[in-house]
């Protein structure tokens, strides 16, 4: 009985041994990976700590992205049921509701409409000119939290370079120390700090300028289509000039003086 026990032991471990052994060479790469690209114990612990920084940057980058591209999304910024509203009030010739809906809108399209409808006493051009200014007024309100996207891509590179000077000065001291034959696992230490940091030093920035760019164009484009959605609105408010028509032409039509 003990030697059928042990014989099905010998052969459950050898059916098992495969999977044994793929399992640690998992386990290992994943050791070398993450000790390659993010904790590496020959590295020194300043680089260490910089691609600790840098990884953080990452992170919000991407959820600092997300939360822009929903805030700033079209129906956020112009809404069509803003527009509708208050295409109604004032074609039913109720200014004074359409203004106070206006008011109570926080998007871009209700804040320019509210500037615009609150000059309507001081005439179209007074219109005109307070639909200029609140649409620049809250384009740069819109615009100014994307510009963190634009200084982490900027900085993230320099903190790389950083990690990267540090890691080479490191590698040369270790060359110093050796007089001039040092041990290639000393000089790795250095030389791996200079090329991860470098490495996520571009990895925080291609996607921060890239966010940075597409949201930014997105805004610019929701603004400019807000202006001219309420220079529609308030088309009403035009003059016709059919009394200045109407008097040329009556002084047209007048027989002229004979001489």
Known sequence: ???????TAALLLAALWPAMASAQEETATTMNWFQAFIWSNAS?????????????????VMGFS???????????V?????????EQLLAE????????????????LGKVASAALSEAANGYSAMERAVEEAGDSEAVKM???????????????????FGTVFGMIVAFQKLVEGGGAADPAELAGGISTALVTTFWGLVVAIPALTAYSLIRNKVDAHCAEGLLIVEELITPFKPSGKKRKSSSSSSSSRPSKPE
């Open 1 to 7: 009985m003990p030697s059928k026990i042990k014989t």
């Open 93 to 108: 010739k109720k200014y004074r509701e359409a203004i106070e809906f206006a008011e109570e809108e926080e998007s871009y």
């Open 66 to 76: 997300l939360m822009l591209i929903f805030k700033f999304r079209e129906n956020q």
């Open 143 to 161: 615009l100014r939290p994307i510009e963190y996207l634009n200084v982490i891509g900027n900085i993230s590179p320099m903190i790389g370079l």
């Open 78 to 86: 112009i809404p069509e049921e803003t527009r509708d509203e208050i």
């Open 44 to 60: 020194p612990m300043l680089g260490n700590l910089i691609t600790m920084l840098l990884l953080l940057m990452s992170a919000v």
